[in-house]
């Protein structure tokens, strides 16, 4: 079956320092979701990049979607501590018109002040 | 604003128990999700429903089973609790329009003794 993976699995930074997390998966996707979720809480939509190549930014995030639409990447520009939390991806699942989606295992984020 | 409750935050109960775990949402969703998060391995799915009566398993639907009698509520049941089932339990349901982006509700952390 199809599988998204993800890494690291923890990175700990020091406030200001820039975060980047990848995202694998074993098949072409159609589109790939980002998520956060803050300690204590659920996971949130982030983003959904569609487009080969295609590169969107949210204010200190950039999300990048691969030529090959099989990977995918998360850059936070200078860390702040609300950044702290798990940042997973997703892919669409194997079963047409399902909207199964398949999570990779997550990064976990710390930022130390 | 998209609503998913859970019924309880936190639940405990006995192995051999059946334990009902409900899910409602507000924004008459046709898709809903369960899914259980344990540490290092994300989030993994449980089953899904795309209409009332209609379900789907996902990856892990050993010891679980769902109803969906209505649109906007989506149960999970254990049928006899196991001590491998303590986890964080996670409902989930789409817009299938636009992003088709995962709403989800806050959780219930269930432990079994």
């Known amino acids: 079956g199809q599988q998204v993976m993800q890494i690291p699995q923890y990175q700990h930074v020091q406030e200001g320092e820039d975060f980047t997390t990848y995202c694998n998966s074993s098949?072409?996707?159609?589109?790939i979701q980002w998520y956060k979720q803050r300690p204590g809480g659920h996971p949130v939509f982030l983003i959904q990049?569609?487009?080969?190549?295609e590169v969107k930014k949210q204010k200190r995030l950039t999300f990048q979607f691969g030529e090959a639409k099989k990977n995918s990447s998360l850059h936070i520009t200078a860390t702040q501590t609300t950044d702290v939390g798990t940042y997973f991806c997703a892919g669409p699942g194997a079963g047409a018109g399902s909207y199964q989606l398949t999570f990779g295992k997550g990064t976990k984020l710390s930022v130390i002040p | 604003d998209v609503k998913v409750t859970q019924s309880s935050r936190y639940l405990v109960k006995r192995t051999g128990e059946k334990v009902f775990l409900e899910c409602v949402q507000d924004m008459d969703h046709e898709n809903m999700f369960w899914y259980r998060q344990d540490p290092g391995l994300g989030l993994r799915l449980i089953y899904f429903?795309?209409?009332?009566?209609?379900?789907e398993k996902g990856d892990i639907p050993e010891g679980y089973s769902v109803s969906r009698e209505k649109k906007e509520r989506f149960s999970l049941i254990l049928e006899s609790a196991s001590t491998n089932q303590t986890s964080m339990y996670l409902c989930?349901?789409?817009?299938?329009?636009?992003?088709?982006?995962?709403?989800f509700g806050p959780g219930t952390r269930l432990t079994v003794l």
């Open positions: 989930a349901s789409i817009l299938t329009s636009g992003y088709n982006e995962q709403f």
């Open positions: 098949t072409t996707l159609s589109n």
């Open positions: 990049l569609v487009k080969s190549g």
């Open positions: 429903s795309y209409d009332v009566k209609m379900k």
